[in-house]
Nanobody, 120 residues
Framework: QVQLVESGGGLVQPGGSLRLSCVVSGTIFRIRTMAWYRQAPGKQREFVADIITGVMPNYADSVKGRFTISRDNAKNTVYLQMNSLEPEDTSVYYC??????????????WGQGTQVTVSS
């Protein structure tokens, strides 16, 4: 079993910042990829950012220059630093990880999501 738990969401004013965290736990041998997605009301889930070992981080055009994804391998944690937030960023943000487990199984797992609301 692989579990992902997000935290750090909340209410912030336009132009403000939030830092999301996601902790991955379970019988993990290696985490291949960590990523963030988001889903706004009435919209489909969309890619936000990912970070892959040996590859530069990748960002959606809508957040490039404002959001930064990073990871702490020792803590099996991925972060999303969100600056210059806009009302259009209001969404439930989901953490995603592509993991190789100790029994060599490849697992793609999702967290439960954390709400980010940008409003004055």
């Amino acid at each position: 079993q692989v579990q992902l738990v997000e935290s750090g969401g909340g209410l912030v004013q336009p132009g403000g910042s939030l830092r999301l965290s996601c902790v991955v736990s379970g019988t993990i041998f290696r985490i291949r990829t960590m990523a963030w997605y988001r889903q706004a009301p009435g919209k489909q889930r969309e890619f936000v950012a990912d970070i892959i070992t040996g590859v530069m981080p990748n960002y959606a055009d809508s957040v490039k220059g404002r959001f930064t994804i990073s990871r702490d391998n020792a803590k099996n944690t991925v972060y999303l630093q969100m600056n210059s937030l806009e009302p259009e960023d209001t969404s439930v943000y989901y953490c995603n990880a592509d993991v190789v487990t100790m029994d060599t199984r490849r697992v793609n797992a999702w967290g439960q999501g954390t709400q980010v609301t940008v409003s004055s």
